[in-house]
């Protein structure tokens, strides 16, 4: 943890900011540069830089779940996201879409990916930030 | 009809899922991981079941056309392999929750191995050459994860070298990709095939030198094998029987579906390269087990060996020879570790010392290839293959290690016979009992191989080599 009053009071500023950004990747993702992958690292750098500000458990309060709850969340969306094709009798993952909604399965399949990436970064970076947090005392 | 090839892969993702988000402090998993392997087993012999009733099923995911879908492809061959590694692996699962002491189990063994058990599958069945590559990736992310389990200062070493070798056969797997889709416009297993008679020059010889490399490696070839006897001897031998039942057997099955695909036909280069290859790896893998004294690095040399055997015949081009030894292989190996596994903890019963021991010594003899046990089979048609393609050397070499290996199994039976009980927890009915079933598998292979062998030559020779 940095004890910087600067970087504290950007990063209380920038957690809901990149947050609302990597929403806004993730959902135009299916047919402009972004979606789930992308948007998940986003969210991740913004917690990231929160628990460097401040301290890890500060930052896992911020969390909803566990980082392995959101990965095996995100896993089980893309999952469920090619079993609904089931319903409509097509193939495992065939897009099935809401024409007037414009919305789809690939939604569905990009939120499990923006979890999972989200959860598998944050599980990496907050390990990390805790030793960084152990040498520095 | 198009769900079931998807449900050998997805199955054990959702496992793995359940098993992600059921995860309390010191949860181990015990059940949910053999309930998995199960469930992945009944899938994938169903699969096998239809396909081998109906045919070849295709599945493209998503309902886009070919090629330019990820297409799964489940013929008699791949869904045959992916019913038998799921029963292995599954006797693997039970060997490992056995045998294994309980951090290892807390750090989520089971559901990496479900994770190992899916990304196989996809491995198998897939029909592009891209989405192999991915599968086979992951496959190779989660069992570095499995040979590191731990932590031990071993592990991570031999796990270090295992990924560093692994990702650098994938850089070359990569570049084959990306080169045949320039030179052929697709990455259609089979329309690749389709395609590669019309083209000449330096783009076929140049993709399937790439990827024979790349598969060389990760099959562990005789000059580029040395990652093998560490990651299969540093983490424990529940692990190591695990591995030895999928990474290098699925691999050699890649490594006849790409070189059919993408070797071309008519200078056979790279197929000569492989019998010649295949042939110094299975020599030098056996004498090299004979001069090792530590029964797990034994078998780890062994199981190069083997592997030796089955990089001839797919260098022989003869399919369902390729299939058949893979198939002995996975079990027979896969019994040599379970074997050791137990080695030693098998406590006073008598029932349970004859079944560890016995299932050693038929592990041992089919691995050499003496009747009656699957080995024998597997052996007899690697041989008229050979001597069909008037090849006596390669056969002679075959020949040779098996009796290499024959003699370093049985040394190594005689010193474990006498092998005092180690201490520790002594090993409950389930170990032996999945010893003596994986032995019982291997004789009924030999004894049943009649129809079997003969339905395989009928169906493999078309769909593996179209």
Known sequence: ?137 | MTWLPVLPVVVPLAMAVFMALTTRFGSEHRVKGIIGGLLHATVSTLLFATVAHQGTIETRLGSFPRPFTIFFEATPASAGLVALMSWVVTAALVVATATMDRPRLRRGFHSIAQVVLAAASGALLSGDLFNLFVWFELMLTASFVLVTLGSTPAQLASGFKYLLISLMASVFFLCACGLAYGWYGNLDLAKIAELQSSFSGPGPNMIGGLALVALAIKSAMFPMYAWLPDAYTAPPPGIAALLAAVSTKVAAFALLRIGTALFPPAGGLWFDILVWAGAATTIAGALAAIAINDVRRRLAFLLASQMGTVLVAIGLQSASVVVLLIAHEMVAMAGLFFAVAALGRTGSSPVARLAVGGGFLVCALAVAGIPPTSGFVAKFAFVQAGLLAENPLAVGAVLLSSLLSLFALLQAWQSTAHESEKSGAKLGWTVPAVCAATAALTLAGGLLAGPAVSGLKETVQGEVLR
Request: aromatic letters at 14%; a positive charge.
């Open chain 1, 1 to 137: 943890m940095i004890p910087s009053l600067v970087l504290r009071t950007w990063a209380k500023l920038l957690v809901p900011l990149t947050f609302l950004f990597s929403l806004w990747i993730l959902y135009r993702g299916h047919n402009s540069p972004g979606g789930g992958f992308a948007g998940g690292i986003l969210a991740a750098t913004g917690v990231a830089l929160y628990g460097l500000a401040y301290s890890v458990a500060e930052a896992r309060k911020l969390l909803p779940a566990q980082p392995l709850a959101l990965i095996g969340a995100g896993l089980g969306f893309s999952v469920l996201s090619g079993f609904v094709a089931y319903f409509y009798n097509r193939t495992f993952l065939t897009g099935i879409w809401n024409a007037d909604l414009k919305i789809g399965t690939p939604l569905l399949f990009d939120i499990g990916v923006y979890l999972l990436v989200f959860g598998v970064l944050m599980q990496f970076a907050l390990t990390f930030e805790r030793r960084i947090g152990e040498e520095g005392e």
